[in-house]
């Protein structure tokens, strides 16, 4: 039990109301290294710092002095968790979606994050501005065209066998062979899987489980607090250092793919405008200054940096998605909205049926590519929902998370989506459909008015969105690095936010491209996999707990 006035320990708020505390002698940062070198204070977790940083320093320089050797190690990496694993990421991807439902509709979403008695930190739409941007900004941009207008021509050519018997075609489930209309709802329906209900409910597992041990159970904002009902005390020692190093390596392997995707963007993007030359030499230029934004926002702090980057882009993002539904064909738009959530829910049970699949590349090289990169995400997203999610109810929590930014994306699909696929199929444009991946939505963007204004805004849009996850993802890992304490030094969160930039540079230019970014996702994911099956239990265990207390 607190008092009114909330104290802060080590920057993590105290309950407000009733709450039950966790009882034990361990105390944020006692493990912890403080000093400083020169004017650089430093606070760090002994052994998760040392090992998380010195391990990726051994990582840059491997792939940057064996980049073949590496690239051929990512290459097998990628083919052998997906072909291997596709199944456990797509059954566990399933299980985090009961799960969260189940929350929203039993008694256990009553409980309120921060105590009995704790009130928001943010008003929704500053809290909606930071879930969106830091949770899918860059995928929208570089997918909202380009994963609808794939499936659609992939299902459109439908099923063809190689020799062996084995399919070698791209399309999801059984295609839609030569049916314009069935192949583009087919190609949405499998869009909106891998936007909607699951990576929403993967982040929501993360970020309540990060919510409820820190604010209600007052021990540290870490991932291993949140296994404290399955380990006890044990949780402080190795145990626990694993699970903090599992998810320092999925943050930041996540986040420079995220940046690699930005990048190679963002260069497509201001190639088409100013002919600015698409090679690496440009791509390191980009991620390097944008990693240099990032860093001034980091200094800046949650509410003076990410906060407004946030509430701006959102104002930016709904500005495009604006233009395009009114200036694109509007009542088609609104009819495939609709009609794209409908065949949602039709294809959803064979969409998320892990056995016995013959899609097997868009299982592979898809679905579990997704899966593994929203997991991968998790740590960074889910301590990121966590830091601003304080005071919510759980249900309130779940519906906010996993239900309306799931409409959000589903809408943004639709619209970029149904346009570029209208041009397809009514106008018989198909400079979108042809483009390569990183082109695709300025290709739609083209035959729209304002072409130039519209496609600098995607560009701005692709590099606020690089900064605002970038900085995101440093205060994230710093936090777990710092033994949980979020008030650390600042040079800390700098030196995370600079190695995101510096491994993202690496993975693009050194070892393989977009390839080796993908396979360092699917092998951090994995594991992860495994963590956060587990913290479902934690968490309905805590939240048991808490609710038979107060």
């Known amino acids: 039990m607190t008092d009114e006035n909330s104290e802060i320990a080590d920057g993590i708020p105290t309950p407000d109301g009733a709450s039950h505390i966790i009882d ?10 403080e000093g400083s070198v020169g004017p650089f204070g430093f606070d760090i977790h002994n052994p998760v710092f040392g090992i998380s940083g010195l391990a990726i320093v051994a990582f840059v320089f491997y792939t940057l002095a064996l980049p073949e050797q590496a690239g051929s190690v990512f290459t097998w990496l990628f083919s052998s968790v997906t072909q291997g694993f596709d199944w456990f990421f797509i059954g566990a991807a399933n299980i985090f979606v009961l799960f969260c439902l189940a929350l929203i509709v039993t008694p ?3 409980v309120r ?5 704790a009130t928001p930190d943010y008003t929704y739409v500053g809290w909606f501005a930071m879930l969106f941007a830091a949770g899918m900004g860059i995928g929208l941009m570089f997918y909202g065209v380009s994963e609808p207008m794939s499936h659609f021509s992939s299902s459109l050519g439908g099923v063809t066998m190689g020799e062996d018997g084995v399919r070698t075609d791209w399309a999801p489930l059984g295609g839609a062979a030569g049916d314009e209309a069935e192949a583009a709802r087919l190609g949405m329906a499998a869009t909106i899987f891998h936007w909607g209900l699951h990576p929403w409910a993967i982040y929501a597992v993360v970020a309540l489980s990060l919510s409820l041990f820190s604010y209600n159970k007052g021990l540290p904002l870490t991932f291993r607090s949140a296994f404290y009902p399955l380990l006890g005390e044990r949780v402080w020692g190795w145990p626990g250092h694993v699970i903090d190093i599992l998810a320092v390596f999925a943050t930041l392997f996540g986040l420079a793919t995220s940046l690699g995707l930005g990048a190679t963007q963002a260069n497509a993007g201001l190639n088409e405008l100013f002919g600015i030359p698409v090679n690496a030499t440009t ?11 990032a860093l001034v926002s980091v200094l800046r702090g949650l509410d003076g940096g990410v906060k407004i980057l946030s509430e701006i882009n959102m104002g930016l993002a709904f500005v495009l998605l604006l233009f395009v539904l009114l200036v694109g064909p509007t009542v088609y738009l609104l009819t495939f909205f609709a009609d794209s959530l409908l065949a949602y829910l039709q294809y959803l049970p064979a969409l998320a049926n892990p056995i016995g699949r013959e899609d097997t590349n868009f299982v592979q090289g898809w679905t579990s590519f997704y899966w593994a990169w929203w997991i991968s995400w998790s740590p960074f997203v889910g301590m990121f929902i966590a830091r601003v999610s304080r005071g919510r109810t759980v249900r ?13 994306c589903v809408l943004w699909m639709s619209v970029f989506g149904g346009t570029a696929l209208h041009q397809v199929i009514n106008d018989g444009y198909t400079a979108a459909q042809e483009a390569s991946l990183e082109l695709k939505l300025f290709k739609m963007l083209d035959v729209l008015p304002l072409t130039s204004i ?21 205060l994230v890992i710093d936090t777990i690095t710092a033994g949980g304490k ?19 540079i690496v993975l693009l230019l050194s070892a393989g491209g977009l390839q080796s ?34």
């Open 24 to 33: 034990t002698e361990y105390e944020i940062g006692q493990d912890n290294f």
């Open 108 to 110: 256990l979403g009553n």
């Open 113 to 117: 994050l921060g105590g009995t008695s």
């Open 283 to 293: 791509e390191v230029i980009l991620i390097s200054a944008i990693t240099a934004i």
């Open 396 to 408: 309130e929590f779940i519906v906010c998370v996993l239900l309306i930014p799931s409409m959000v």
């Open 454 to 474: 519209t496609s600098l805004i995607g560009i701005v849009l692709v590099i606020v969105f690089f900064v605002t996850s970038s900085d995101s993802g440093s």
């Open 486 to 504: 979020v008030d650390a030094p600042v040079p800390q969160r700098a030196f995370w936010c600079i190695f995101e930039g510096a491994v993202a």
């Open 517 to 550: 970014l993908q396979s360092m996702v699917i092998s951090t994911g994995l594991p992860f996999t495994v963590v956060l099956l587990v913290m479902c239990v934690a968490v309905w265990r805590g939240l048991v707990n808490e609710r038979k207390h107060t």
